[in-house]
C-alpha cells in the first residue's frame, strides 16, 4: 500500500518513527520495540536513514523491511542523498524495492557531524531526490517541511519555495520536523496552503526524555522551547523521572490538541520506546 492512500481516511494518520541502533549490537532491542510499536496498529512506522546521520542505510532497509513482511505495518523508509551519486541511490531503491517497500521519505540530509566536507553529490536539495525517484515509477514519496524554518534557511520565502519545489518534484505527503509549540504549526500550516502547498502534513512530535535529549535537538535542528518546556526543564531538574512523565505529558496534550484541531496526521519521534507510543495513541483514539 502507498502512504498517500492513509490520507483519504477520515481521520488523523497516526504515524511512529524508529532509528537504526548505532552498534549491531543493540538491533535486537530495535526489533523488540518494533514488535510492541506494530501491535498499536499505526499507519505506518518510519526508520531514519542510519544513526546520527552515518549513514547505516543496510539497517534501514533491514528495518523497514520487518516492519513491512514480518508485521505486515507499512513502513516508510528515509533515505538521503548527501554525498550520494546517482549510481550509489538506484542500488539503494533498487534494495528497497526488492523488500517489498515502496514509500521513501527524500531528503536532502545533513553533512558529516566531524564538520568535514561531504563527497560529491548528484543531488543539491531533496527536491533532486524526490523527481528522480518518482520519475522509476512505484513509489510513494514523503518529504520534510520545518515550521521553524530549515536551520540551513535564512530566509522564510526561501523555506516556502524548497516546499513548493518538493510539491512540483512528486511529492505525495510531508511530515514536519518537531515543534513543541502547536501555534508554530498552525501559522506554517496556513502559510503553506497560501503560498499552494496542497498535500497533506503530519505534524511531528518528540516527547521530551531528558535535559540532554532536548539540548542535543535544539543544537540540531533549530526547534525553539515555549516557556512551558523552559518551566518543566527548571522544575524537574533535579528528577529525570518526573521530567521523562511531564515530558511525554506534554506532548500527549500536544498531540490531541493537533488531532481535534485538524490536523492531516500525527507522526511520533517514538526513541524507539514503545511506552511512549503507547500512551500517546491511547489517549488520541479516546
Known sequence: MQIRNCYEKNRPVLSFEVFP????????TVYRALGRLAGLSPDFISVTYGAGGSGIVNKTCEIASVIKN??????????????SGKERINALVDDLQAQNIHNILAMRGDPPADGSAPPASDYQHACDLIREIKARGGFCIGAACYP???????????????????????????????????DLFWRFLEKARAAGVTLPISAGVMPILSRGQIER????????????????????????GDLRAAGIEHAVRQMEAL???GADGVHIYTMNQPDIAATAIERLRQ
Open 148 to 182: 521553524e524554518g530549515h536551520i540551513d534557511c535564512e530566509e522564510p520565502a526561501e523555506n516556502m519555495r524548497h516546499l513548493l519545489c518538493k510539491q512540483v518534484a512528486g511529492a505525495d505527503f510531508l511530515i514536519t520536523q518537531l515543534f513543541f509549540d502547536n
Open 259 to 261: 488531532a481535534t484541531g
Open 21 to 28: 541502533p548505532k552498534r549491531d549490537a543493540d538491533i535486537d
Open 217 to 240: 535537538m535544539i543544537f540540531l535542528c533549530g526547534a525553539s522551547l515555549p516557556s512551558a518546556i523552559i518551566k518543566l526543564l527548571h522544575r524537574y531538574e533535579h528528577s529525570p
Open 70 to 83: 514480518t508485521h505486515g505495518v507499512e513502513a516508510l523508509a528515509h533515505l538521503t542523498c548527501v554525498g
